[in-house]
């Protein structure tokens, strides 16, 4: 007697319990690391996107097989297109102008993309996707952070009062064999004693400098706030 086989590439009990479980897991893999890194979109946003992906598109397959009819890429496109909404905003810009969010906002986008995978039956390249989710934001992160503390181009938050000027805090910059790429004065958002602010895009001649130039900084007569952005 032959054994009863399932087709996991169709829609029926199996699949369905098989599919969306799947997407609870590869989803909560990617969601727990958010989580734990503290971002906005953690383990029950990334599961939710993921479970609703898988179930949407399952969805389609499931009206094309019952009813013959339909176009099985028509809400795999809606979904695609709206989880920007939802990645949008998790994307903020910090009262000293830095862009924060964008990773999170990318994750949730593939992982709803993972989700539309694993609702198709797609089970090889989502297993082989949140592998790839993860060493990005984990491994790759480190690497990102080892990279720009080894770069040479520097952009720098002030806050200072009255006491100070801006002339001062480039002529100190200069002393310091650095060369001014940009600056963009702001609001203070930091120090309320603080009058002015200002973001400077810098050049560092050596990369041992970085700490010095803050340090220097700092130390000017009415700076109440400086620090890497």
Known sequence: MRGYIVDIYSINDMTIILRLLLA?????????????????????????????SA????????????????????????????????????IIVTGRHQVKGLTTAAGLWATACMGLA???????????TCILIGFSTIVLHRLDNYALSK??????????????????????????????????????????????AAIMTIKLK???LRVEV???????EGVEFAEEI
């Open 206 to 208: 050596q990369k041992s």
């Open 151 to 196: 770069s040479k181009v520097l952009d720098i938050y002030i806050e200072f009062d009255k006491t100070a000027s801006i002339s001062v805090i480039l002529d100190t910059l200069k002393k310091s064999n650095v060369s001014i790429e940009s600056i963009e004065m702001v609001k203070p958002s930091y120090d309320r004693s603080a009058t002015s």
């Open 118 to 128: 694993i609702g198709i039956g797609f089970y090889k390249a989502a297993i082989f």
């Open 24 to 52: 609870v897991i590869l989803g909560g893999a990617i969601g727990f690391e958010r989580g734990r890194a503290g971002r906005p979109a953690g383990l029950r946003t990334h599961i939710l996107v993921c479970l609703g």
């Open 214 to 220: 803050i340090t220097k900084i700092s130390a000017i």
């Open 55 to 90: 179930l949407a598109v399952m969805t389609n397959q499931y009206i094309m097989e019952r009813y013959n009819t339909g176009d099985p890429t028509r809400m795999a496109a809606q979904v695609i297109s709206g989880i920007g909404f939802l990645g949008a905003g998790t």
